[in-house]
């Protein structure tokens, strides 16, 4: 598929929905556990798509708009530690859910053209990228999250399935 | 996590609702594309869905629980494809809704006991398996269409990351 504004707006409005029909109010068991070793958890997915929203996205859409420096600030994975401190996965859905909302009326409001999406900025690891490209993996980056989110539950039923495991493609089986 | 009916079902309740908020009313160019050869597109998957809830789930409760026979019937991997023939995605979201709590209802009713959870079943593949396997198995064959849905998706997007792509775990990247 082609790249288009009109085809990306509606997969990154959903998602903030999708993962609060997925965890909100869901037990303990489900959103702290994670894949064993320092894997995430659940709570810390929603801890760094909220700090992808507050330092990734939008900020890069304005590095490549401006008419400044070209290089992006290198994104920190860690970041999340400090989102997450204090707060329940309820209030953390709450605040991706509104940081979303923000930063896509935000983008509508640019109104961003097809000359704008030949744009270009420097990633610390990728070198030159276009607007269309960040505007993409905004949307590949929520896909990947929902992605690690149904592994990271589904393995906390690998003994309960028994026997199920081959035939569960999220926990390495074959359908 | 131990297996309970208790935190089964908040999981199989919410899975309509999390495939309509991803999928209602969506492009065509996101709900009719597949991975390519005869793998699946999302109107597959919830057709998929759709013949589990009418075929496989409750049909092998009962045949647990009941007094007869205990062998399942083999579950056709193909029988999406009569299901999904004249619909739309709305149509068939609107369908898996509805059977899936008419489902869920019925296994409530059904008051599963800690002793029914290790009655068996002989699946055609597998052999014995309890019902305490078979639930959390419905479990997890919802995450893993989660988990396939959101990689059929982000795949459409491969060309239009660019370089991106070695950081989306969902295509393959290593994040």
Same mark, same amino acid.
């Not at 998602?15 to 037990?27: A, F, I, K, R």
């Not at 607007?131 to 905004?138: E, I, K, P």
């Given at each position: 598929?082609?790249?288009?504004?009109?085809?990306?707006?509606?997969v990154?409005e959903r998602?903030?929905?999708?993962?609060?029909?997925?965890?909100?109010?869901?037990?303990d068991e489900?959103?702290?556990?994670?894949?064993g070793?320092d894997t995430?958890?659940?709570v810390d997915?929603i801890?760094?798509?909220?700090?992808?929203?507050?330092?990734?996205?939008?900020?890069?859409?304005?590095?490549?708009?401006?008419?400044?420096?070209?290089?992006?600030?290198?994104f =920190?994975?860690? *970041?999340? &530690?400090? $989102?997450?401190?204090?707060? @329940?996965?309820? /209030? #953390? %859905?709450?605040?991706?859910?509104i940081?979303?909302?923000?930063?896509?009326?935000?983008?509508?409001?640019?109104?961003?053209?097809?000359?704008?999406? =030949?744009?270009? *900025?420097? &990633?610390? $690891?990728?070198?030159t990228v @276009?607007?269309? /490209? #960040? %505007?993409?993996?905004?949307?590949v980056?929520?896909?990947?999250?929902?992605?690690?989110?149904?592994?990271?539950?589904?393995?906390q039923?690998?003994?309960?399935?028994?026997?199920?495991?081959q035939?569960?493609?999220?926990?390495?089986?074959?359908?």
């Open positions: 598929m082609q790249f288009a504004i009109e085809n990306a707006l509606p990154l998602t903030p929905q999708v993962m609060e029909t997925l965890l909100y109010g869901l037990g489900w959103v702290n556990s994670n894949e070793g995430w958890t659940p997915i801890a760094h798509l909220i700090f992808g929203e507050q330092t990734d996205w939008i900020p890069r859409v304005l590095v490549i708009m401006g008419e400044g420096g070209k290089e992006f600030v290198p =920190d994975m860690e *970041g999340h &530690h400090a $989102i997450k401190k204090g707060k @329940t996965m309820n /209030q #953390l %859905l709450d605040e991706f859910k940081l979303r909302k923000d930063n896509l009326a935000f983008l509508k409001s640019m109104e961003v053209t097809n000359e704008s999406l =030949d744009r270009t *900025g420097i &990633h610390p $690891i990728l070198g @276009t607007l269309r /490209q #960040l %505007l993409a993996s905004w949307v980056h929520d896909l990947t999250h929902i992605h690690q989110l149904s592994r990271v539950m589904a393995k039923y690998t003994d309960a399935v028994g026997p199920w495991t035939f569960m493609g999220v926990l390495g089986g074959k359908r």
